[in-house]
């Protein structure tokens, strides 16, 4: 018997999937939670009771599905993450992905489907929603612009990703708000990015800082 966490901040989300696993003769909801901080102080007090599998939500109020990632992956690196998100864009996939999420699932998912993908995963398949794939694949297959960025625009770039406001990057390089702006705005289309996330994201997956 597989034991399964569920960590949803959405109430009917998590009963409907505790019904739907119940049919299942090998797997068993043991315990859901609404929130990261509460799911990982029940861990951290009950190591003897951990699950095979948890299937994750990706935005909760507190603490995200991508910071619950790093930490289980870190902390609890046998226990194996499903997220179960409506989420397809790439700062989402690409972070989930990165951090070690073993499976990335879509909430509309038939449920027949979902139910191999969570033995697949439990069977160490790592497991990728076709769409999640083809952002991962968009992203990761981009040619490299990192010759065409200037030596300003870089560092301009290095800011950007500490997740600084252009004001804040003005003042630390010592040049006016509405150059930076022009900066960022340069950066974006030669990166070919529609906004500084993917731009962040962009710069750390190909080490560009």
Same mark, same amino acid.
Do not use: C, W
């Given at each position: 018997m597989y034991r399964i966490m569920?960590?949803?901040?959405?109430?009917i989300v998590r009963q409907g999937l505790e019904f739907l696993l119940s049919t299942v003769d090998d797997l068993e909801v043991v315990m859901g939670f609404s929130d990261g901080k509460?799911?990982?102080t029940?861990?951290?007090?009950?190591?003897?009771?951990?699950?095979?599998?948890?299937?994750?939500?990706?935005?909760?109020?507190?603490?995200?599905? *991508?910071? *619950?990632?790093?930490?289980l992956k870190t902390k609890y690196p046998d226990i194996k993450i499903l997220v179960l998100t409506s989420?397809?864009?790439?700062?989402?996939? *690409?972070s989930a992905v990165d951090k070690g999420a073993d499976g990335y699932e879509m909430k509309d998912v038939e449920p027949e489907q979902l139910i191999n993908t969570i033995k697949s995963v439990l069977n160490g398949e790592k497991i990728i929603h076709?769409?999640?794939?083809?952002?991962?694949?968009?992203?990761?297959?981009?040619?490299?612009?990192?010759?065409?960025?200037?030596?300003?625009e870089i560092e301009v770039l290095s800011e950007m990703v500490k997740g600084k406001t252009n004001k804040d990057i003005a003042e630390?390089?010592?040049?006016?708000?509405?150059?930076?702006?022009?900066?960022?705005?340069h950066i974006l289309n030669k990166l070919q990015v529609s906004d500084r996330?993917?731009?962040? *994201?962009?710069?750390?997956?190909?080490?560009?800082v």
């Open positions: 569920l960590v949803d901040d959405h109430h509460t799911f990982l029940h861990l951290a007090e009950h190591q003897d009771n951990m699950p095979d599998i948890v299937l994750l939500d990706l935005v909760m109020p507190e603490m995200n599905g *991508i910071e *619950i990632t790093e930490i989420y397809i864009d790439d700062e989402h996939v *690409i076709p769409q999640a794939q083809s952002v991962i694949e968009a992203v990761r297959n981009k040619p490299h612009m990192t010759n065409k960025l200037s030596k300003r630390t390089l010592f040049v006016s708000e509405k150059t930076i702006k022009t900066h960022v705005s996330t993917q731009a962040a *994201i962009y710069a750390m997956e190909n080490k560009i």
